[in-house]
């Protein structure tokens, strides 16, 4: 019987020790930003704690997290560099604020920066730019800096963001630059319709990106493509208020990376000032935009529902008469029905030098104040099929 009883003995010393060693061993892998000197009162700058997690992170062999609990932290501008040697999680339970005073987020153009890093993980939590006094310093007219974008990946690879909401950006919430293999699901990226500049996603020189299930409502473009960006897929988007989803704009530049393989379907527009919009400069460039679709798309009160502008220039400065030099290829729209704020559902707007190529308008039905919209069409070549209201083009 003591025997027996010494076996038991000697099994659940073996249990309970396991356990405690596997609790050791996942502490050693998950660094809270608190026990580096982080403190949850939205006041103390907790921007020394969050670089110490992620350094110690950064040096771990293993995979790892860094959590950040519950409360709010106080983040000043940050740079996350890399490389690092293993996966890193960023769990976010918690609020990141930025600082009261605008100017606290300087001029560097970002807050929250990862560079150079591979493997990386962004799970929930909610971001908070405090974006209102700026926004009014640039309504102002006044001398005002450039302003931050939220969250900045530049030359990163292997990076999901999922769960995150931002709010009150001063500018972009969340821009992909020269990354690789980039997921994006169930954001929620929102500031004021008339918040200047607030766009929610800007994509450019990037590969291999997938944007789903989110939500986006903005004062500027709900996503952004811009130069040099390839193989985006994007599926089930809430867009609006905001200026909708644009391609551009594209062809500043004389010598530019062109824009390929985009996918946009089963999404819902609502109340945005475009719908799908391809826009670029008016004048020479070696850009262009080809192998688009667009396709299972809500509009609902959208004004510019299918736009495309390549006369673009706002300031009327820098745009000789040749037109635009960016060539728009193959885009397929299809099945996209609704509603438009205006008459002009359907605007074409395409370059005199370089006429939009091999558009394909496919089940069309876009109703302006419960009758048939209508459509401007400029330098357009391709052809319709199924139902196309309005008429007019192609």
Not at 62 to 76: C, D, H, N, Q, Y
Request: aromatic fraction near 8%.
């Amino acid at each position: 019987m003591d025997h027996i009883s010494n076996k038991l003995v000697a099994i659940l010393l073996m249990f309970f020790s396991s356990i405690l060693l596997m609790r050791t061993s996942m502490a050693a892998y998950n660094y809270n930003v608190v026990k580096f000197g982080a403190k949850p009162d939205g006041r103390t700058d907790s921007t020394k704690a969050f670089l110490g997690a992620w350094q110690a992170a950064c040096r771990s062999a293993a995979s790892v997290t860094v959590t950040v609990p519950r409360g709010s932290f106080l983040l000043k501008p940050v740079e996350f560099r890399g490389p690092c040697r293993s996966k890193i999680t960023f769990q976010i339970y918690g609020t990141i604020v930025a600082p009261t005073d605008y100017r606290g987020l300087g001029n560097s153009g970002y807050w929250i920066l990862f560079v150079k890093v591979n493997r990386i993980s962004i799970n929930g939590g909610t971001l908070d730019a405090r974006g209102a006094s700026f926004w009014a310093c640039r309504k102002s007219g006044k001398s005002c800096p450039a302003g931050a974008r939220s969250m900045t990946f530049n030359w990163a690879n292997n990076v999901v963001v999922t769960g995150l909401t931002s709010i009150n950006s001063q500018v972009t919430h969340l821009v992909i630059n020269s990354c690789n293999n980039v997921v994006v699901r169930k954001v929620k990226l929102v500031a004021p319709d008339q918040s200047p500049n607030t766009d929610g996603l800007h994509v450019q020189n990037s590969a291999g990106v997938t944007v789903t299930d989110s939500t986006f409502q903005t004062g500027d473009d709900c996503i952004s493509i811009g130069p040099g960006t390839r193989n985006l897929y994007m599926s089930k988007l809430n867009c609006g208020p905001g200026h909708g989803i644009s391609i551009g704009s594209l062809g500043r530049d004389a010598k530019e990376a062109g824009v390929q393989n985009i996918t946009l379907v089963n999404s819902v527009f609502s109340g945005s000032d475009n719908g799908v919009r391809i826009k670029s400069w008016a004048r020479q460039s070696t850009g262009f935009v080809r192998n688009v679709l667009f396709q299972n798309l809500i509009m609902k009160n959208v004004q510019n529902p299918i736009i495309v502008d390549q006369n673009y220039c706002p300031t009327h400065q820098g745009c000789p008469k040749q037109g635009s030099g960016v060539k728009i290829s193959q885009v397929v729209y299809r099945n996209i029905q609704g509603t438009s704020r205006t008459q002009h559902a359907l605007k074409f707007d395409c370059s005199r030098s370089n006429p939009c190529q091999a558009i394909r308008l496919h089940d069309i039905k876009l109703t302006f104040n419960g009758r048939s919209a209508t459509s401007q069409c400029k330098n357009i070549k391709g052809v319709k099929a199924g139902v196309v209201m309005p008429q007019g083009c192609l």
